[in-house]
């Protein structure tokens, strides 16, 4: 069934945009057969290619649960995601995956999870944050921390809203330039761990976005004491196969496709934040 | 370096190659094997030891690769030229899979290569082990790329002991040669006046049953060892041990790096060269028609421009980078990796690179000259 190699087709059923440059799609394999089989976990990610224009790294962003769809959301960064934008439902595209490894949600069961994410729409923690909330019961305290550069930028707002109404989660928002609405702080997302009564010898920690920014945010989390190995990461890579055999997505002796794209932090340390790596 | 492997030679004499060489060639297989070609060693079609480079020598040094005619009969003198197994399996371009539309739609269909029974004659001990290592990343278990693996299962490996080594040449201290030792179906070690010849494989024996082989004698077996010995002891360059090579990881501030970085052209010669570089890219190319597509497969390498690209910007913009992350990455990452450094001490690298960069010299610089850190 996992064939690495060449991609398979899947047709477009559903496309919303999520905002001026970020766009969904819900795909179901050409081969329901396929379809029916697909599994992945959350923060595990498929290559998806456009026909005679390249293919991209993309997170699986749906539940896992979900077996007649999967989901990509989908920022437009270069030529191929520019094509996807305008693909349309009933449109193909191939795709190759799911690869790497996922969130460490066995060792999140029973524990505060504690969620930090900067940028515009981090989809690898997006699909984690689902993941959780679906399951809300095995989870301790959940605070998802996420900074934005614009109090615009911030997407999936009304989700936000609704994820610490209806869930028991505890939701921070910073945003560096705020606006009138703006009923959160403003600020970097690294001021924010500093609001939250993190316990630390049951909290886990999941982080993706910038690199600066994971990189304070981890600066922050080891002086109030958290252990590194209880520090999760997602990395970004320039990436040709998805299965450890191209070379580009290497970090030092790691291959961001294959032994992450979700690393601890223990594991990468050496090389997290040393520039040229 | 004494043999390592469990050879039991006979002797052949130098003709008699030619009688391997032909039945290979009547059982339907493509033998490739040296030839003097634009000035360096270069494997092509053959199907007579006239085309063998007969008593060539190779001078190499940082930066500088020469072929010079010696005075003997000796068919296997030389080291190496840019090429031998590499492009063999993981070829340097190809069609990996094709994309057409269709009226209903699309469809994508793998493409395989199409391969033939193919010798190589004239392997060396570090070829070989740059192979193993290769077929340990392409045939990885879990992804085993058909390509490669569709040319790989066709290969006849015929090696052949290094009786002298290029002064690029480190293998000794990498542990990989100059004897044969594993990987290869026959073997051969090249004497004055003949060869002795081995079975490795149950693949070989059957094509050096019927040659007219004669008991191997003391003295050859004394000239045989003698050879791959003195091939050893001729090697000037090392490379530390793989434990100390591991603390590359440590010196990543070293001012060599920036220093490396105004005499590298970033071209990737080095890379192209080596026998154990792996990075390949995809590429798209459209049919004029617009309605179809093949997806290319080509050789890569950590010193482009677009290795590390990530949409609005390179991971590694510097040549320090680069060169910094081919060196710690063969070397020490390469250990993580495959349980063994990712350098077979061919010394290709070395005598291919335009500007004659020396990777061994840089290593002893960068591990033994203070920190200096920048
Ligand atoms: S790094 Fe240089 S010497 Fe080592 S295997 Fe590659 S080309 Fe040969
Ligand atoms: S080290 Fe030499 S061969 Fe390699 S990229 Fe630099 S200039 Fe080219
Ligand atoms: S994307 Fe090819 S090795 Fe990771």
Redesign the interface.
């Known amino acids: 069934m996992f064939d690495p190699h060449v991609p398979h087709l899947a047709i477009i059923d559903k496309r919303v945009q999520e905002s001026p440059t970020i766009f969904s799609l819900r795909l179901q394999y050409e081969d329901t057969d396929r379809q029916e089989a697909f599994e992945f976990a959350p923060g595990q990610f498929n290559m998806v290619s456009l026909f005679g224009v390249g293919e991209v790294a993309i997170s699986i962003v749906n539940d896992p649960e979900d077996s007649h769809f999967f989901d990509h959301t989908i920022r437009v960064v270069g030529r191929v995601t520019k094509g996807l934008e305008k693909l349309q439902p009933g449109d193909r595209v191939g795709i190759r995956g799911p690869f790497g490894r996922g969130w460490p949600i066995d060792e999140a069961m029973g524990q505060d999870v504690l969620l930090v994410t900067g940028g515009l729409g981090c989809a690898p923690l997006v699909s984690v944050i689902r993941y959780l909330l679906r399951r809300r019961d095995h989870f301790g305290h959940i605070h998802i921390l996420q900074g934005v550069k614009h109090a615009d930028d911030l997407i999936w707002r009304e989700q936000y809203e609704a994820w610490s109404k209806d869930h028991g989660v505890n939701v921070l928002l910073a945003a560096d330039v705020a606006s009138r609405d703006w009923p959160w702080q403003q600020g970097l997302v690294t001021e924010l761990i500093n609001q939250v009564n993190l316990r630390l010898e049951r909290t886990i920690t999941m982080l993706c976005g910038p690199e600066m920014m994971m990189l304070a945010a981890i600066a922050q989390l080891r002086e109030l004491g958290l252990a590194d190995h209880k520090i999760w990461l997602s990395m970004e890579r320039n990436m040709h196969c998805g299965y450890g055999q191209c070379g580009h997505c290497q970090v030092g002796p790691h291959f961001v496709c294959k032994d992450g794209p979700v690393f601890c932090y223990s594991e990468l340390a050496d090389f997290f934040g040393a520039k040229g790596f | 370096m004494p043999a390592r492997d469990n050879r039991r030679p006979a002797y052949i004499s130098r003709s008699s190659l030619q009688t391997l060489l032909d039945r290979l060639v009547s059982a339907g297989y493509a033998c490739l094997g040296p030839t003097a070609k634009d000035g360096a060693i270069q494997y092509q079609p053959i199907n007579n030891l006239n085309q063998l480079p007969r008593g060539l020598r190779n001078d190499q040094e940082p930066g500088h690769y020469r072929l010079r005619q010696a005075d003997d009969e000796r068919l296997f003198a030389w080291n190496h030229g840019p090429q031998v197994l590499k492009p063999l399996c993981f070829a340097p371009q190809e069609v990996?899979?094709q994309?057409r539309?269709t009226e209903s739609?699309?469809?994508?269909?793998?493409s395989m290569p199409a391969t033939k029974p193919t010798a190589v004659i004239g392997v060396r001990a570090c070829d070989l082990a740059a192979l193993k290592i290769q077929d340990q990343?392409?045939m990885?278990k879990?992804?085993t790329?058909?390509h490669y693996q569709a040319r790989r299962d066709q290969l006849l490996l015929i090696g052949v002991d290094c009786a002298e080594s290029a002064q690029t040449c480190f293998c000794a201290s990498t542990g990989d040669g100059p004897a044969l030792d594993g990987g290869f179906d026959i073997g051969l070690a090249e004497l004055a006046d003949g060869f002795l010849i081995w079975t490795a494989s149950a693949r070989g024996t059957p094509w050096i049953e019927e040659l007219d082989q004669q008991p191997a004698t003391d003295d050859q077996l004394a000239e045989m060892l003698q050879a791959t010995e003195n091939a050893a002891a001729g090697q000037s360059r090392h490379l530390p041990n793989e434990k100390k090579l591991t603390q590359l990881?440590q010196r990543?501030g070293h001012s060599r790096w920036l220093d490396l970085s105004k005499r590298c052209l970033s071209c990737g010669n080095c890379t192209s060269v080596c026998p154990t570089c792996?990075?390949?890219?995809?590429?798209?190319?459209?049919a004029i028609t617009?309605d179809s597509?093949e997806v290319v497969r080509s050789w890569?390498s950590?010193f482009s421009a677009?290795?590390?690209?990530?949409?609005?910007f390179q991971?590694?913009s510097?040549i320090?980078?680069r060169y910094?992350?081919w060196a710690?990455?063969k070397l020490?990452?390469?250990?993580?990796?495959f349980g063994r450094s990712g350098c077979v001490g061919c010394g290709r690298c070395i005598s291919w690179c335009p500007v004659g960069i020396d990777l061994t010299e840089e290593v002893q610089v960068i591990l033994n000259e203070g920190s200096r850190d920048v």
Do not use: I, N
């Not at chain 2, 739609?105 to 793998?110: A, I, T």
């Not at chain 2, 792996?278 to 459209?286: L, Q």
């Open positions: 990996v899979w994309e539309q739609g699309m469809s994508v269909k793998q990343h392409f990885r879990d992804s790329d058909p990881y990543l792996f990075c390949y890219s995809y590429e798209h190319h459209t617009g597509a890569d950590c677009t290795h590390s690209e990530m949409g609005s991971v590694r510097g320090d980078q910094r992350q710690t990455h020490a990452g390469w250990q993580e990796q």
